[in-house]
């Protein structure tokens, strides 16, 4: 079984740069990739200010901190991810794009190097076909936060082989991860449930069954989630809900998990959630007041 000593994340936004934290931490050298150095750079102040806050709590020792920092490296290059065991893409929810990548990288790195996309959404196979290494290629899609949050699906395709789906699923409890199982499906297990329930309170808000802030509450109070669909929504953002509803609902055809009219117009409206202010609530004031949308 091969051994994991080298990574490389593709992309250092929101989830790579969480993704690249955890596994400096947990004492992998690596590699992060970006298209130019201004996003790198921001990349990398994303993960010195992950660090900052663990130290200023008291979870994390400064020299640890140090530690972690000095076992990453930035860049911008492809070809600098050629020693790498294993490359995992956090990059936008396109497939061309993603495939553009693993298209080079695949004559880049040895036969050994595994590759692993974080998607959410889309397929596997989708991305191993534009491979040479389909039976190397699995999905490691964690959740935001990524440094809080314990969950990595682990996604094994018709063409992976038995070798690296464990060497994936291993390297994720060397994370501190809990690794689940799931097959080549879009939105694996959690969206697959996830996305479904969002999009209903949609349709609940838009049919009138309740307002926008008793929908919420129901939620919370009596079933103990801790954030209601709406606060959810905004979260995860408008904009990601509404593209990772249309790529399920291309794989699946099913009338739940079709884009309501209502995040349709929010998304052209640019009502994309909590990174806009604006989403189902408004964060433009003090605290958040529920949007006029219906």
Known sequence: MAEI??????????????????CAKAGYD???????????????????????RAVE??????????????????????????????????????LDTKN????????????????????????????AAATNRPHRFVGLHFFNPVPVMKLVEVVRSIATDADAFRVAY???????????????T????VNRLLVPYMLDAIRCLEQGLASMEDIDTAMTL???????????????GIDTLYYISEIMFEEFREPRFAPPPLLRRMVTLGYYGRKTK???????GEKPVPMALV
């Open 5 to 22: 000593r080298k990574v490389a994340v593709l992309g250092c936004g929101l989830m790579g740069s969480g993704i690249a934290e955890v």
């Open 30 to 52: 690596t590699t992060v990739r970006e298209v130019n150095d201004e996003l790198a750079q921001k990349g990398r102040a994303a993960i010195e200010k992950s660090l900052g």
């Open 57 to 94: 709590k008291g979870k994390l020792e400064a020299s640890a901190r140090d530690e972690i920092l000095g076992r990453i490296t930035m860049t911008t290059q492809l070809a600098d991810l050629k020693d790498c065991d294993l490359i995992i893409e956090a990059v936008t929810e396109n």
């Open 100 to 127: 553009e990548m693993f298209r080079e990288l695949d004559t880049v790195c040895p036969e050994h190097t595994i590759f692993a996309s974080n998607t959410s959404s889309l397929t596997i196979a989708a991305m």
């Open 170 to 184: 291993d390297f994720a409890s060397s994370l501190g991860k809990t690794p689940i199982e799931a097959k080549d």
């Open 186 to 189: 879009s939105g694996f297990v």
């Open 222 to 236: 009596g079933t103990g989630y801790p954030m209601g669909p709406f606060v959810l929504c905004d979260f995860v």
């Open 278 to 284: 604006r989403g189902f609530y408004d964060y433009r």
